[in-house]
């Protein structure tokens, strides 16, 4: 009788439980995500990036001291939606001679940028020749190495 005592016990006991776990995933809080494609109020995307907004719009920058890539992009191209990691290389790509060995971390200061457009770049991933890609032409003479002696 005893053991029949504790075995209606025990299964009340699992009842219980067996309710509130199922109280429990009933009271949990539902999400709803709402997408909208046409909507960059709510994503932060500036539409009017000149960049954007004319697909054949490029510039020029004046790299100051202390500036890095990261500045420059986030500052003409931030929050266009476009991957800045792409922009990245085609800047690399189209200033060779403002980085040390290509590399986007090592940028000169005092160096004019050229900032491309969205259809250089486009046509620099699709392999087509651009003719701002040939080697920049300099009056300066600070960038040119003589060598005397013989």
Sequence with gaps: MKQFKFLKVFIFLIIIKL???NFALA??????LEYSSHSTEKTGLNNSNAFISN?????????KENETLG???????????LNLRIVEMAI????????RNRNP???????NLYLPSL?????LVLGKSNKK???EQSNDTSSHIYFFGG
Aim: glycine share 4%; no cysteine; charged share 15%.
């Design 27 to 32: 009271s949990e809080p539902i999400v709803v």
């Design 133 to 135: 890609l040939q080697p």
């Design 19 to 21: 309710t509130t776990f």
């Design 71 to 81: 500045h420059i992009l986030y500052s003409y191209y931030g929050k266009s939606g």
């Design 55 to 63: 697909p054949n719009f490029s510039s020029k920058h004046r790299v």
């Design 92 to 99: 690399v790509e189209f200033n060779s001679k403002s980085f």
């Design 105 to 111: 971390n090592f940028l000169f200061a005092d160096q």
């Design 119 to 123: 259809n250089e770049m486009k046509n």
